[in-house]
């Protein structure tokens, strides 16, 4: 540690382009490109919650909860299907995370949380699980910077240009830019994390003004596309980066698979239970068509208001006045001039009195003085 104080400054960049010094600790380019994928997930998916007639803070309980096991389940996915020696599964610095075991590790505690809250899984999965492909598109971005997830060779020299193409060395991302050594392939991590960003647009946008039943449509719907995608670019990828192991067998790609016959199977089967129980594939004709109508609070003493996002909020009362724009910082005021109040009040007590005591002394003081009146008068 003391000789890469020594050698790099406190914000360096790091020498081989992955990553940058922070008082001597490499923070990794990918780490932070996962990081922000999460955060900007999490942040969209509080969005989708309050338009869809949720409250918003329940992200936060599925966020600590599911994060850390995806993160796990990312990492065990990758070990044991690319075959690395368990003494190396700690060894989380250096790479080695999968987004479909990320992703269904995520999913499946979100799905045990909603069962512990008693909260419907469907309602709450479809405001977060397509923001996963939000995720993924940081997740890609991270690939570049580790110099992974590629295609071929590009021969012809007019397509060397990226983000079409991408040089490698075996490096890093940014490294191989400056190698004219460096070997051009195909940047299958712009493609794929283009695409992620599309369709998580496409379907955002329709789960922002979808408001008829089932629930369940655009979560599966995220296991259908990715399926998809995956299974077309996976056997395009150079050979490295594809997670076989000792077998041979491609099992992100035979994951992806498995992916859109689950979806296709489930949405069949919402589709079915939603006619039989509703006479209608979506929505309703035999009562409340929207399957998102009643507020879902994440505790039993929160009340739900009148918001502009809300595509129900115009049936809740507005705001009260007294919480209406009073933020964080004035509410720390507030809460800070009432404290210094409290503790001034004995000290004024004890310099001016109570107004008992003070009209004791008064009374006090008129009885003393009227028998010396009396005194004086009759001397006189």
Known sequence: MSHLLLANPLFGAAGDGRGFYFFGFEIYYYALCIVSGMIAAAVASGFLMKRRNMSSDFIFTLFLCCIPVALVGARLFYCITGAVPIKQWLDVRDGGLSIIGGASAG??????VCKIKKVNFFRAADCVVLNILLAHMFGRWGNFFNGEIYGAPVANDSMKWFPFAVPIDGT?????FSNPNAT???AFFFYEGTLCVIFWALLYAAAWYWNKKPNGLFTFSYFLVYGIMRTIMEPLRDP????????????SMVTSILYIVLAVVAVGLILFFNYRKEGALFGSKKGDPCGITEYLKSSKDEVPYYSKINMFGDQYPPKPPKEKGESLIEQFKNLFKKKTDEEDAPNDAEECGTPAQTETEEKAGDTAEQPAQEEEQKEE
């Open 107 to 112: 999913v499946l505690m979100g799905f045990v």
């Open 172 to 176: 890093s991302g940014i490294g191989a």
């Open 184 to 186: 051009w392939h195909y």
């Open 240 to 251: 490295r980066d594809i997670l076989s192991g000792n077998s041979g067998i491609p099992w």
